[in-house]
């Protein structure tokens, strides 16, 4: 696995969203956003993903092998074959085979399924019956037996320790006697199942590891306990929340630092890391300026531009990133830079360079599904080469599964990516309304949110004064809205008055913050 040297993560926790971003040699590396409108309602914006529901089976469709689940979502759910495997027990079938659906699966049945990818525009949650609960350093899968290692575990003498340790681990909480298990969980049953290793978990100890996996069935013996009694169609466990996951997810051996600019973020951080993850309290501080967090690096700048179809790179080449229904295109262009000694060194160089930022690219936007890159023609085997490997090694680092072709004869390299949720573009922009769809402008969300940490910058540089706050009047109702009263939420806050005052003449990205 590529050692990472110099790893930050950024948290902003506002009132109206959680951002995550982290930060790599002193670049934005990636970034989570997470919407803290209605979670628990699964409104767009806010990530389902880990989420457990008792759902209902609505429809089997053995032509399409999936089925959908009612789960009480706006749109049923969605459950493939290849994810309701774990519920059949035919005898003399081959694992590597789908069983039929129907034998998975039957109208009308209740059962246990897990969010894995987040509805998108108009289609419901990607749902699977192979439970996951993801810990520290393991992932407990109850349907499961024995070890599995992440694949971004690379060394082969670490992979065969972590695999020997997890075995006796296993063993032990098998075979527990019960002066043990009162010492270790306090005399609760543990039920075996299979564990998934989790890169956190290079160089853990056994003891580290069987903490780990006493915590998840602990949760899991909970999940069950709410399963008996819960009706259908409704939500029995939702995943930890953001500050916590971007602890869990994020934050790894080779992070350096974790800043965090919100008090009651940072005491639950605290919390989290106490309880799961001591050696990174020391790491663990609290941004008070000078400035707003996301100042540092350029992280803002950065935001600003993530929507731009054109990207510039250092020679004076560029990319351009263009993303339709059913894949994103990516084209490479020289631009201004032409190499004095020759085409070939050109095109070398330019490609070397959009690889890299290809990579921050594609997981700064979220950019999932069918990805096309169209480099500039090279005639050099070991050129290819070099450009290939380069885009290799930019998503080694990548939490979201990648597959990456070699180079077509047309000159194309070809990528799937793991779409899990709404991109970076969805989240912040919609239709403008005009051009049937072509065009984009910022979401009313994406202001919105924008305008209360502009606020929340006012409040500081003068503490005490109210705010006057002056925008588009489709930004002020969405601020004050009636269920989640960011406003009033943001006055209790700050502890001083927040005024909106819609503008008719305002533009919806125009707006004035008054402190007086």
């Known amino acids: 696995m590529n050692e990472v040297l110099n790893e930050e993560v950024l948290i902003n926790a506002g009132v109206g969203e959680t951002r995550i971003a982290t930060i790599v040699d002193g670049r934005l590396d990636q970034l989570i956003l997470e919407r803290a409108r209605s979670v628990e309602q699964g409104r767009i914006g806010h990530s389902l993903l880990g989420n457990i529901y008792l ?5 089997v469709l053995p032509g399409m092998q999936a089925a959908f689940v009612e789960v009480g979502l706006k749109r049923a759910g969605f459950l493939g074959a290849r994810e309701a495997r774990c519920l059949c027990e035919l005898p003399n079938f081959r694992k590597e085979e789908l ?12 059962l246990l399924v897990q969010v894995v990818k ?3 525009r108009d289609k419901g949650a990607r749902l699977s019956a192979n439970i996951t609960l993801p810990g520290r350093l393991l992932v407990l899968v109850p349907n499961q037996h024995g070890v599995v290692l992440s694949r971004r575990i690379d060394d082969e003498v670490e992979r065969a320790r972590l695999t020997q340790i997890c075995e006796a681990m296993i063993a032990r909480m098998k075979n527990i006697n019960a002066d043990a298990a009162s010492a270790i969980s306090g005399n609760r049953p543990i039920k075996a199942g299979g564990y998934i290793v989790r890169t956190a978990a290079i160089g853990a100890h056994l003891s580290e590891l069987e903490v780990d996996a006493i915590r998840l069935n602990d949760l899991w013996r909970g999940i069950e306990t709410s399963h008996q009694t819960a009706q259908p169609a409704s939500c029995i466990y939702y995943d930890i929340d953001p500050v916590e996951k971007a602890l869990r997810d994020c934050v790894g051996v080779n992070t350096k630092r974790i800043l965090i600019d919100d008090a009651e973020a940072y005491a639950v951080a605290r919390g989290y890391c106490d309880d799961t993850m001591p050696l990174m309290l020391p790491r663990l501080e609290r941004h008070q300026g000078p400035g707003a967090l996301f100042d540092l690096y350029g992280v803002e700048e950065d935001l600003r531009t993530a929507l731009d179809p054109i990207v510039p790179l250092p020679s004076g080449g560029y990319v351009v990133i263009e993303t339709t229904e059913a894949l994103t295109a990516v084209d490479i262009n020289s631009g201004s830079y032409t190499d004095a000694t020759g085409l ?17 690219q594609l997981k700064l936007r979220g ?11 090279m005639n050099r085997p070991e050129n290819i080469a070099r450009v290939l490997k380069v885009l290799h090694d930019g998503l080694a680092n990548d939490r979201t599964p990648t597959q990456i072709s070699g180079l077509s004869e ?5 990528m799937t990516r793991k779409r899990t949720r709404e991109p970076l573009s969805r989240l912040m922009s919609e239709d403008c309304g005009v051009c049937g769809g072509t065009g984009r402008n910022r979401s009313v969300a994406a202001i919105g949110n924008e305008i209360l940490r502009h ?17 588009a009047a489709d930004v002020a109702i969405w601020l004050s809205d009636g269920e989640d009263d960011l406003i009033g939420r943001m006055t209790r806050r700050l502890g ?8 008719p003449g305002f533009s919806r990205e125009r707006y004035e913050i008054i402190a007086g």
């Open 496 to 503: 001083v008055n927040v005024l909106v005052e819609p503008r």
């Open 455 to 471: 606020i929340e910058r006012e409040s500081a540089a003068r503490p005490g004064h109210k705010i006057k706050a002056s925008m």
């Open 55 to 59: 759902g209902r089976v609505q429809r």
């Open 344 to 360: 070939e060194e050109t095109s070398e160089r330019t490609n070397m360079e959009a690889a890299a930022e290809i990579c921050r």
């Open 410 to 414: 047309f000159g194309l390299v070809e």
């Open 367 to 377: 950019i999932g599904g069918v990805i096309v890159i169209d480099f500039i023609h």
């Open 118 to 120: 987040d509805p998108i």
């Open 99 to 110: 069983p039929p659906i129907s034998q998975c699966v039957t109208e009308g049945q209740s």
